[in-house]
């Protein structure tokens, strides 16, 4: 499976941006696709996930309200759409796809594919 992650960019904070991630390959050998992102000097954390199976959703505490994740089947594509970004969220944005009906959403252990990252720099 073959991941291709986009839609990063600069806005002020206040500001939207919609990430989009592609799918292509065995995507029939997945079960769920999530966004992870990792901040410079700081660990990759779980940001939001979406279960094919179900559209069961899950979301990091902080982008609640804020963030959602929706998915277009027949394109293979998750889609992030992230309004009121705040500086905190600047980060490079990983998209990932893997694991079973039983995995966990959150875990980033659970995606056996990852994309190559794009950059969201969210400005004060």
Known sequence: VQLQASGGGLVQAGGSLRLSCAASGRTSSTNMMGWFRQAPGKEREFVAAIRWSDSTTDYKDSVKGRFTISRDNAKSTVYLQMNSLKPEDSAVYYCAAGGTFY??????????????????????
Do not use: E
């Open 103 to 124: 995995s966990d959403l959150f875990a980033p252990n659970a995606y056996r594919f990852w994309g190559q990252g794009t950059l969201v720099t969210v400005s004060s």
